[in-house]
């Protein structure tokens, strides 16, 4: 079990669809992160939220929608996603107040775009 | 940031010692070494973190030369549980991961 929830566990959807991805942490922590992960391949980092502000924007298409409505909670919404949108979706959580700590990582959403 | 280079693969038998070693020729003065561990289909964990010197926990060491240039994950008796991805990051804010290392574990 780990202390990032992320739900749904797997996600299908068409095109045009339009759907969110949810990550939960209770451990006070105030930076948020997502990563979008491709099969064999590591992590790449998708955004940063800092004490619910973004923070960094890794140049991801603006298909994909970050929020932080607060300081436990982070959500990916997703539109007009394409086939190769289709991966592995981590989110992961760590106390900003030092200098590099560890992230805690969820065990993602599995993506499908059909 | 600076970039880490690992082994692609490795394999080991049940029992033996594992070290694992990443190259970070530009390390900045402020980058901390962390190591995480990928299983399939899940999220990566922690293992160990260090600045200098050698790092002890419950289920690794971490070597690091005073040059910091490099650092050797080192996993003892390791087990058919520990098969995964492990990946060295080094860096102070951002998380930039690189290849990781494959680690095959036969019985």
């Known amino acids: 079990d780990t202390e990032v929830t992320q739900t749904p566990k797997h996600l299908v959807m068409g095109m045009t669809n339009k759907k969110s991805l949810k990550c939960e942490q209770h451990?006070?922590?105030?930076?948020m992160y997502w990563y979008k992960q491709k099969a064999k391949k590591p992590p790449e980092l998708m955004f940063v939220?800092?004490?619910?502000?973004?923070?960094i924007n890794e140049s991801v298409p603006s298909r994909f929608s970050p929020e932080c409505p607060n300081s436990s909670l982070l959500n990916l919404h997703l539109h007009a996603l394409q086939p190769e949108d289709s991966a592995l979706y981590l989110c992961a959580s760590s106390p900003p107040d030092r200098i590099f700590q560890p992230q805690h990582f969820g065990d993602g959403t599995r993506l499908s775009i059909l | 940031l600076a970039k880490t280079t690992q082994p692609i693969s490795m394999d080991s038998y049940e029992g033996q010692e594992v070290n694992i070693t990443c190259s970070h020729n530009?390390?900045?003065?402020?980058?901390?070494i962390t190591w995480y561990q990928q299983f399939p289909s899940q999220g990566p964990r922690f293992i160990i973190q260090g600045y200098k010197t050698k790092v002890t926990n419950e289920v690794a060491s971490l070597f690091i030369p005073a040059d910091r240039k490099s650092s050797t994950l080192s996993l003892p008796r390791v087990s058919l549980s520990d098969t995964a991805v492990y990946y060295c990051l080094v860096g102070t804010y951002k998380y930039i991961f690189g290849t990781g290392t494959r680690l095959k574990v036969l019985a």
């Open positions: 939220y800092s004490y619910e502000k973004l923070s």
């Open positions: 451990m006070g922590h105030r930076a």
């Open positions: 530009n390390i900045a003065t402020n980058d901390y």
